[in-house]
């Protein structure tokens, strides 16, 4: 072992090991809950990792050519798509997201159809008491964090839009999904490039159709579990711009380009040759390789390998992983 794990006073890293059974606990939570009636989109109403399954919902219905107008909401207000002919999906893992509830109470006020997820809070007390549909994530130790909820956020809507006819229902996939991420060792290379960026900044990249799902997800967990910055961006874009910032100073950046080897030939192409570039410069590149045989292996594949790598870079700068005090006396000062 290269990194002291003991400041992980939450065990935080075996959230990860027991992360593919959030993908089968949804499914025998989720039941047969469903809302009935016909939708021109979806709006998910969201903040941080409660809004994610927006990104992860969005990147899987484009693979898969599913036909669903969804939107998100990251802010108090409901999008200009937001109709009486929407399902307003209320998105919170405490219950009590102050941007959440705003959107809840546009909702409400313009009678439009409503289903909460949360842990309980608010979003839980107002569903039940207006009898509007409800998703209750199960119960998880107090310091449990919302980031780390990815599988059940995500699983329970896909499953909520499944059973109401709004998509395919394709649950197979998702119980394969749990299977192939529970064959798979990941710790020790994250625990090494973790020991390896040192003061390095890191910047992931990756190919157009993970930027907000992959790319983005890892980076904020670099801020939120290891708290260090990071950025994020996507091949082919990159070429025609950023890249040429790194004309200088290239040597203070750690690049993770995380690789799915079906990509479009000149897509690999142009990452290798960045590579080299990159590294003439005097930066440190290193490729990781997206397993899977589907998009959705790949996807989670990457993600949960991205929670190790962050964590274990939390724990190498001798940090908790799990608090995020900045965030919490934020909210007390506003």
């Known amino acids: 072992m290269l990194i002291d794990t003991t400041l992980d006073k939450s065990n935080y890293l075996g959230v990860f090991t027991a992360f593919p059974e959030q993908f089968t606990k949804t499914l025998e939570l989720i039941g047969d809950k469903k809302v009935e009636g016909k939708f021109e989109n979806v709006i998910i109403c969201g903040m941080g990792g409660s809004a994610m399954p927006y990104d992860l919902l969005a990147a899987y219905l484009s693979y898969k050519h599913i036909d669903l107008n969804l939107y998100v909401s990251r802010t108090y207000s409901l999008p200009k798509e937001a109709s009486e002919k929407s399902l307003i999906i209320i998105s919170s893992y405490s219950g009590n997201t102050e941007e959440s509830l705003s959107c809840m109470d546009e909702a409400e006020a313009k009678k439009y159809t409503i289903v909460g997820f949360s842990r309980g809070g608010q979003i839980e007390e107002r569903c039940e008491a207006k009898g509007y549909p409800y ?128 990509s479009h030939p000149r897509i690999l192409k142009r990452m290798e040759i960045t590579k080299d570039l990159l590294e003439e410069k005097g930066a440190q590149v290193v490729e990781v390789e997206m397993q899977g045989a589907t998009f959705l292996q790949k996807m989670f594949h990457t993600l949960l390998f991205g929670d190790y790598l962050t964590t274990y870079k939390a724990l190498a700068n001798d940090i908790d992983p799990t608090p995020v005090k900045m965030v919490e006396d934020f909210k007390k000062m506003l």
Do not use: C, W
């Open 135 to 262: 998703v209750k994530y199960p119960e998880e130790p107090a310091e449990f964090q919302p980031r780390a909820a990815i599988g059940y956020s995500f699983s329970s809507m896909l499953y909520f839009l499944m059973n109401s006819g709004l998509i395919p229902d394709n649950k197979a996939e998702i119980r394969e999904l749990a299977d192939f991420l529970s064959g798979f060792d990941l710790q020790s290379r994250a625990e090494e490039m973790a020991a390896e960026i040192g003061d390095l900044i890191p910047v992931i990249y990756t190919t157009d159709e993970y930027q907000n799902t992959v790319a983005r997800i890892v980076k904020i967990k670099f801020n939120e579990n290891a708290k260090y910055p990071a950025f994020f961006n996507s091949f082919p874009e990159l070429n025609h711009n950023e890249m040429v910032g790194y004309t200088q100073k290239a040597e203070q950046f750690y690049f993770i380009f995380f690789k799915d080897s079906t």
